[in-house]
């Protein structure tokens, strides 16, 4: 029987993570990666590969990240875990481990539509062979229907359309685009860029029926029908918890992997990360149904390096992620407004328009609208979001280490910010702290 220190299930974001992590923290030990695939898609440039990238191949994980960090690589699937006698068995034979870490990721989720299964409707897999069918597919298709306007659905229709010669449409059942995560002007003008682009947006529309003989011909709504003859499914994930739950580990509310905060599951010598882990929000501790790889491998540094001693805890899922549609880039941190709002903060929101450039007329400029939302008694920041040139992805970055560090207003106006002409808003109007200055003023004025 094989054997190893540590044996890793699941080699994308967060079993990569793990294991390179443990070799970090742990260097005598031995490290063994078991994924069911030979070849890994980056799961985030999937979109890409039908516009952008042309291929599949040029969206693949490399293995040389494995030799580079001494870890073995076993191709196999995990199908059964034997707790007592700490054996994990897989299709290609057994493994003994002292520590084991679940990284099974997870699935797209299916609808509980009639005719979800006819040939021509595509869920989004993480499958290098598969998603080289579904381009060849979507070479010859005319009318593409994605169904689901997360940021997933509209980059996907955004991609599709750079095939050209095609009519596409995203059908949305909220009354925005993007509405889970960004305040409603952020879905508004998102939607206007998808839109100048030749897409079809069709917004508080439920999808009833995908129907065809066979083959899928049309998508059925609550509000009318439209032509498909290839239809994408973009309606989220659900965890990956097979393994888990054949071995007897708890499943938490959210159907994932139950964690502490240190990612050890409900066996002290088995840990979870990524999609098939359950998530707490930062925000008061309540269970949290994002996905996404920052956050998977956030855990997987965690889990990794507290195999054998605890070193890290999880704070809680901030939730900080972008997207773009050509140069025209959306981001978010922490709560919008909207969620604040719902979960009862008194709120002070600030938004900053102005360039990213000083002048404005540099080359490269784009107007940028920077949110920055905070709790009004504390002047503790709780969330911001960017919408704008491509820089946005890094700027919300910055505002996530102001979440998770729970700055208030005052402390990110004396923010030291470095700025230049060709890369950065001017350092007289700089949006963070500009935002935090206006922020401060009007907690003030409500104070009297
Ligand atoms: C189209 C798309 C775009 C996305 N874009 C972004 C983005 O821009 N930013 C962002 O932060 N997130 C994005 N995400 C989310 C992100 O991809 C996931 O959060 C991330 O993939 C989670 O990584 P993971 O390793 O936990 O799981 P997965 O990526 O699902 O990987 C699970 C791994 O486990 C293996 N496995 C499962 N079961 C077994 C078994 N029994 N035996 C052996 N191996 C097994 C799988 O084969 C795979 O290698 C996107 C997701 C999709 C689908």
Same mark, same amino acid.
């Given at each position: 029987m094989?054997r190893?220190d540590?044996?890793?299930?699941?080699?994308?974001a967060?079993?990569?993570?793990?294991?390179?992590?443990?070799?970090?923290h742990?260097?005598?030990?031995?490290?063994l990666m078991?994924?069911k695939?030979?070849?890994?898609?980056?799961?985030?440039?999937?979109?890409?590969?039908?516009?952008?990238?042309?291929?599949?191949?040029?969206?693949l994980?490399?293995?040389?990240?494995l030799?580079?960090?001494?870890?073995?690589?076993?191709?196999?699937?995990?199908?059964?875990?034997?707790r007592e006698?700490k054996?994990?068995?897989?299709?290609?034979?057994?493994?003994?481990?002292?520590?084991l870490v679940?990284?099974?990721?997870?699935?797209?989720?299916?609808?509980?539509?009639?005719?979800?299964?006819l040939?021509g409707?595509?869920?989004?897999?993480?499958d290098?062979?598969?998603?080289g069918?579904?381009?060849?597919?979507?070479e010859?298709?005319?009318?593409?229907?994605?169904i689901g306007?997360?940021?997933?659905?509209?980059?996907?229709?955004?991609?599709?359309?750079k095939?050209g010669?095609?009519?596409?449409?995203?059908?949305e059942?909220?009354?925005?685009?993007?509405?889970?995560?960004?305040?409603?002007e952020?879905?508004?003008?998102?939607?206007k860029?998808?839109?100048s682009r030749?897409?079809?947006?069709?917004?508080?529309s439920?999808?009833?029926e995908? /129907?065809?003989? %066979?083959q899928v +011909?049309?998508?059925?709504l609550?509000? !009318?029908?439209?032509?498909a003859? $290839?239809? *994408?499914? =973009?309606?989220?994930?659900v965890?990956?918890?097979?393994?888990?739950?054949?071995?007897?580990?708890?499943?938490?509310?959210?159907?994932?992997i139950?964690v502490?905060?240190?990612?050890?599951?409900?066996?002290?010598?088995i840990?979870?990360?990524?999609d098939?882990a359950?998530?707490?929000?930062?925000?008061g501790?309540?269970?949290?149904?994002l996905?996404?790889?920052?956050?998977?491998?956030?855990?997987?540094?965690?889990?990794?390096?507290?195999?054998?001693?605890?070193?890290?805890?999880?704070?809680?899922?901030i939730?900080?992620w972008s997207?773009?549609?050509g140069?025209?880039a959306l /981001?978010?941190? %922490?709560l919008? +407004?909207?969620?604040?709002?719902?979960? !009862?903060?008194?709120?002070?929101? $600030?938004? *900053?328009? =102005?360039?990213?450039?000083?002048?404005?007329?540099?080359?490269g400029?784009?107007?940028?609208?920077t949110?920055?939302?905070?709790?009004?008694?504390?002047g503790?920041?709780l969330?911001?979001?960017?919408?704008?040139?491509?820089?946005?992805?890094e700027?919300?970055?910055?505002i996530?280490?102001?979440?998770?560090?729970?700055?208030?207003a005052?402390?990110?106006?004396?923010?030291?910010t470095?700025?230049?002409?060709?890369?950065?808003s001017s350092?007289?109007?700089y949006?963070?702290?500009?935002?935090?200055?206006?922020?401060?003023k009007?907690?003030?004025?409500?104070?009297?």
């Amino acid at each position: 029987m094989k054997r190893a220190d540590v044996v890793v299930v699941g080699g994308s974001a967060a079993g990569l993570t793990a294991a390179i992590t443990a070799r970090r923290h742990y260097p005598n030990k031995e490290i063994l990666m078991v994924r069911k695939e030979s070849q890994v898609p980056i799961p985030c440039g999937i979109p890409y590969i039908f516009g952008t990238l042309g291929t599949p191949q040029k969206n693949l994980i490399g293995d040389a990240v494995l030799d580079k960090n001494g870890i073995e690589l076993l191709t196999a699937e995990a199908t059964d875990i034997d707790r007592e006698e700490k054996v994990l068995h897989t299709t290609e034979g057994d493994v003994s481990y002292e520590r084991l870490v679940i990284a099974t990721g997870s699935r797209a989720a299916m609808p509980p539509i009639p005719g979800f299964d006819l040939d021509g409707v595509y869920a989004i897999l993480k499958d290098v062979e598969y998603l080289g069918k579904l381009q060849q597919r979507l070479e010859t298709a005319k009318d593409v229907v994605v169904i689901g306007g997360g940021f997933i659905g509209i980059e996907f229709a955004d991609e599709i359309n750079k095939m050209g010669d095609k009519t596409i449409t995203i059908v949305e059942l909220l009354p925005h685009c993007l509405a889970l995560a960004y305040d409603e002007e952020f879905c508004i003008e998102m939607e206007k860029v998808v839109a100048s682009r030749g897409i079809s947006i069709r917004t508080s529309s439920k999808v009833k029926e995908i /129907a065809g003989d %066979g083959q899928v +011909e049309k998508v059925i709504l609550s509000d !009318g029908e439209i032509k498909a003859d $290839v239809v *994408i499914l =973009g309606i989220g994930a659900v965890a990956n918890v097979d393994l888990a739950k054949k071995a007897g580990l708890r499943i938490g509310l959210t159907g994932s992997i139950t964690v502490d905060r240190t990612m050890q599951t409900s066996d002290s010598n088995i840990y979870a990360c990524g999609d098939c882990a359950e998530k707490i929000s930062f925000f008061g501790g309540g269970p949290s149904p994002l996905k996404l790889a920052s956050i998977a491998t956030l855990e997987a540094r965690i889990a990794g390096a507290n195999l054998f001693g605890i070193r890290r805890e999880n704070v809680g899922t901030i939730g900080v992620w972008s997207t773009s549609v050509g140069d025209h880039a959306l /981001a978010t941190a %922490g709560l919008t +407004e909207d969620m604040a709002r719902k979960r !009862g903060y008194d709120v002070v929101a $600030v938004t *900053i328009k =102005g360039p990213n450039r000083h002048p404005g007329v540099m080359p490269g400029a784009a107007m940028h609208q920077t949110k920055l939302v905070f709790e009004r008694n504390s002047g503790v920041i709780l969330g911001g979001q960017v919408m704008g040139g491509t820089a946005a992805g890094e700027v919300i970055n910055a505002i996530s280490a102001c979440v998770q560090n729970r700055m208030t207003a005052e402390q990110i106006a004396m923010f030291q910010t470095g700025t230049h002409p060709a890369l950065t808003s001017s350092p007289i109007a700089y949006p963070i702290v500009n935002a935090a200055e206006m922020a401060i003023k009007q907690m003030r004025e409500r104070g009297g």
